[in-house]
């Protein structure tokens, strides 16, 4: 009988049902996000997508559609139209993949007949520091000529360029990034090269600017909207002009001080602890390097936040490797990025990351709701199982009564909460505990 009676009690007391509930809400969460194309690698992951802090995304094709049109080619040096149209093709790659080149020469096909008289003979590939790539090319009559793009404070420091120009240049771009307009420089040399890359872009002439207009995506605004309603922050980070990325922070309402804005030569100039509060308190990050989003990611997490971090290149990975949430954007992703990241989009779209996070949340608002109903449930059976045998009465409850009675409260708490709306559009974060209580109550 005492034997009985301890086995009752035991069962009464211990919520054996909370790990069930825990993998199961966890699992058809990762099945809903499957459904809008976001596909979580481990279960884990679906618990911290629910305690994200600080959102790190990138700009090109996340926030905006990443379909970009050339919409002026700014002259500057004595080429021609065509010639400079040649060079702009030239500094392409042979054939083009990334959706900036296939803009060029959509732009400017008309001289494109011209591209097939010269023969690649150099191929410098992009270089992260200066973000610039070169191409050296032969024609028919053994003349060679060097066509290199890319930022245009790269390609800058890499021509022959006096004072006067060179504002002229800036002014340019100071005007055009302001607009929101994605800019890149467009520099040339026609000599003997020799196939080091260092000797062969020395003395360059600078000889325009490559305009491209890139809209915001539609669902981005809202998206942004709703993280920041929900206690989410938002951090800019792209390759683009500091003006550009400003323009489009203010277009799609991320909210940023001036304070609050650094480029990654500015990182580069600060000391240790001056760069961690730029990490911390900035919005908007413009030409970082990936060893840059790196520290912040570790910054980040040193200050105890919940970190999700956007990428699809072969770089970003380090990054997506570190981020409590590594994200691996859209179609075009690398595998190195979609092996490292813990969550795929399958749409490079910003609204996809939104999505998995408030539905991360609204998954622990429901298990909330379902351990408090079997917490309920487990006291007065432990009193009904106790109380009896205390008193010298015969036991009211055996294990066979605790058995059938779960067999209806399990269906129940999984099934009646898994699937619930949160109590506010955006399962604000009061309403959500942590992670860490919740594995606690699980274990």
Known sequence: KSLITALTFGMAAVPEEFPLVFTLYLSMGAYRLSKHGVLVKTLPSVETLGNVDVICTD?????????FSLVEVVPFGSLNSDERNLIALLACEPTPVDAMETAIFEKISGVTFAREKWTLKYDYPFEPQGKHMTHVWLNEQGESVLAMKGAVEGVLEHCKVDEIDRRNILDSVTRLASEGKRILGLASSKRLFSGNRVEDEKGAS?????????????????????????????????????????????????????????????????????????Y?????????????????????????????????????????????????????ATDVARSTAKMILLKNDFNGVVHAILEGRNIFSNLRRSFSYLIAFHIPVVLLAFIPPLLGWS??????????LELIVHPISAFAFENLKS??????????????????GVS
Do not use: W
Request: hydrophobic letters at 40%; proline letters at 3%; glycine letters at 6%.
């Open 423 to 440: 109590q506010s559009h955006h399962a604000r974060r009061s309403l959500i505990p942590t992670s860490t209580a919740i594995t606690a």
């Open 395 to 404: 036991q009211l409850m055996l294990p066979v009564h605790i058995i059938l």
């Open 59 to 67: 700009k090109t094709g996340t926030l905006t559609e990443g379909r």
């Open 206 to 278: 600078f000889i325009g600017l490559l305009v491209f207009s890139d809209p915001v995506r539609s669902s981005a605004k809202q998206a942004i909207s709703d993280c920041q309603s929900a206690g989410i922050e938002i951090k800019m980070l792209t390759g683009d002009h500091l003006l550009t990325a400003h323009a489009i922070a203010d277009e799609l309402k991320i909210s940023h001080s001036e304070n609050s804005i650094f480029s990654g030569s500015q990182l580069l100039e600060m000391d240790q602890e001056q760069r961690t509060r730029a």
């Open 280 to 332: 911390v308190q900035g919005a908007i990050f413009a030409r970082v390097t990936p060893e840059q989003k790196y520290e912040m990611v570790k910054t980040l997490k040193s200050h105890n936040k919940v970190v999700a971090m956007t990428g699809d290149g072969v770089n970003d990975s380090p990054a997506l490797k570190l981020a409590d949430i590594g994200v691996s954007m859209g179609e075009n």
